[in-house]
């Protein structure tokens, strides 16, 4: 009975997407200094959270501590309720898709770097495909989902190869969806197609973007602003640019007059769009 609950609740998990960082302090070595400290935060299932900070701020430490690719020195994250230290770390990584600054193909064939597994029929492959609009590139192909990938994918752009991993996380069903500076080589074309895509396929998702480009997080629900190794500031983004002593305000500002004004459109349509929402 023990092991039929663990598999159901290992075939679930997570399911909502909720994220409980508490009194986490993180080291690389045992006697390091801490990179973070005493961070504490929730995020709501589905929400929808731009982490921010300048550089060595820690916002890139969050999701390796999410991860366990080290683990934590104190503290315990929690994802929908449980302890992730007593997840094993394959299903940990398994159920959390990265969409990474460099994405990453190995070489094969179009079906082993989405499905590695061989978990997925080719109809839902070709639905994924098509949800990034890669099906239009890979169907021509030889061999369909069976054609090649090059060593390091060097025969698709970079930014089919960044489609490729949202394809895979689209695949995977993950709920809790993590963007590490998804878009920072992108041309602008490109970068919009993969907003787009990240857009319409993870509205229920929770979804964390780790970037310094402001334009690609000005829309989440709140700003998670890192600085030194503690969460400075966590609000909507409009809430933190109405303060002129905010960080994430500074930031917005230093950005120039016209990017600035931009930015803040940007938040004053989406508060806009939550309002006329709620009255529906």
């Not at 366990?68 to 299903?91: A, Y």
């Not at 780790?210 to 998670?224: E, G, K, P, V, W």
Request: with cysteine; proline share 3%.
């Amino acid at each position: 009975l023990k092991t039929l609950l663990f598999f159901n609740f290992t075939e679930s998990w997570p399911s909502r997407g909720e994220i409980i960082f508490r009194d986490i302090v993180l080291r690389y070595t045992q006697y390091g200094v801490s990179v973070l400290k005493q961070v504490n935060f929730k995020i709501n299932p589905q929400e929808k959270v731009g982490i921010v900070g300048r550089t060595g701020s820690g916002k890139s430490t969050l999701l390796i501590a999410l991860l366990r690719i080290v683990e934590l020195s104190q503290g315990k994250i929690l994802v929908d309720g449980v302890d992730i230290h007593s997840i094993g770390l394959r299903l940990l990584r398994s159920r959390i898709a990265v969409i990474p600054q460099e994405p990453v193909l190995f070489l094969g064939t179009v079906r082993s770097n989405l499905d590695p597994y061989n978990e997925s029929d080719d109809f839902a492959i070709w639905k994924a495909l098509a949800a990034v609009h890669l099906d239009v590139i890979i169907r021509p192909m030889q061999g369909g989902l069976n054609a090649v990938v090059v060593q390091n994918g060097r025969n698709f752009s970079l930014g089919q190869r960044q489609l490729f991993c949202i394809a895979r996380a689209i695949l995977n069903k993950s709920c809790i969806i993590v963007l590490d500076e998804a878009t920072a080589a992108m041309d602008a074309d490109t970068d919009q197609m993969i907003q787009s895509a990240i857009l319409k396929n993870f509205a229920r998702c929770t979804v964390l973007t780790i970037a310094h480009r402001l334009n690609t997080i000005i829309d989440s629900d709140r700003i998670l602003f890192m600085d030194a190794g503690h969460v400075a500031e966590f609000d909507k983004p409009l809430t933190l640019m109405n303060n002129p002593q905010s960080m994430f305000s500074m930031m917005v500002n230093q950005t120039g007059p016209e990017s600035a004004r931009k930015l803040r459109q940007f938040a004053e349509e989406k508060l806009a769009r939550e309002i006329a929402a709620e009255k529906k």
